[in-house]
């Protein structure tokens, strides 16, 4: 069940973070999260928000780039259980997964049509942004989709980004939903956050959940950190390559860290 009313700023303006294999983390509790990211839009702030996964951390642990992007952020969840465990650990007893899809995009969206904000979705196809639509019509019938582009997989030239970036802002967007996967989505919204005036979330797979294309893990292999296999399961030749690689790289590196801190 949502809940519509905000936090007081001393509660949301607590949230601590740590440093995952170089790649930093946030701690804030979920209604937190949300009552940031609400104030910020209200604001038409230009802001990052990324979900943190074991992809996500090993992609930055091997690309310096694409780590200060993430560390330049204006918010990280621990989207992923590994991570939650991993702050934990590293000294934040308290710190709780924010599961971004679909719960923390469902709890977005009911604020968002409570305070009469217009959200913006880039990413997906044009068929499962077709349903994710219907699916927000019928569940949420008084939020405005204000735009929606799903763009052709591979890089949009000049001309094509400077309509893109026009579009949203006529679109008066306040939320914008960026779902084109990891590692592309977040390199997407750190080029374009000095260009648009809201705040856009990279939310992944958010867009085919919702259209049908893929589905969700079963709550007992949430809880056990094991979505990456359920997943891997229903799309072996697509990911198994992803997992083979930072799954086992992930475990070790983060012991080594962990060792090395508790050494310190």
């Not at 983390?25 to 702030?45: C, H, K, L, Y």
């Not at 719960?103 to 904000?117: K, S, Y």
């Not at 967007?173 to 750190?190: D, F, N, R, S």
Request: glycine share 8%.
């Amino acid at each position: 069940m949502s809940q519509v009313a905000d936090e007081p700023a001393k509660t949301r303006a607590r949230r601590e973070s740590r440093l995952v294999l170089g790649m930093r983390v946030d701690a804030p509790t979920f209604e937190g999260a949300a009552a940031q990211i609400m104030e910020w839009a209200t604001e038409r702030s230009p802001r990052m928000i990324c979900a943190a996964n074991v992809h996500m951390t090993m992609e930055a642990h091997d690309d310096a780039l694409f780590q200060s992007q993430i560390n330049g952020a204006d918010l990280v969840l621990p989207d992923g259980v590994p991570l939650v465990w991993a702050l934990r650990m590293l000294g934040l007893p308290r710190a709780a997964r924010v599961r971004v899809s679909p719960d923390f995009v469902i709890e977005l969206m009911v604020r968002a049509e409570h305070r009469g904000f217009k959200l913006g979705l880039y990413g997906g196809t044009r068929e499962t942004l077709t349903i994710f639509r219907q699916c927000v019509g019928r569940d949420i019938p008084d939020l405005t989709v204000a735009y929606a582009y799903a763009p052709p997989f591979r890089p949009l030239d000049r001309d094509e980004d400077e309509a893109v970036v026009r579009e949203i802002r006529a679109s008066g967007t306040q939320l914008l939903l960026v779902g084109i996967g990891c590692p592309k989505q977040e390199g997407w919204m750190a080029a374009h956050r000095g260009r648009l005036p809201c705040v856009m979330m990279g939310v992944g797979t958010a867009f085919d959940l919702f259209g049908g294309k893929t589905r969700e893990a079963p709550l007992w292999m949430q809880n056990l950190g094991f979505e990456w296999a359920f997943r891997l399961l229903l799309e072996p030749r697509r990911l198994w390559r992803r997992h083979l690689k930072h799954n086992p790289r992930f475990i070790f590196l983060f012991a080594r860290q962990l060792l090395a801190s508790r050494k310190a």
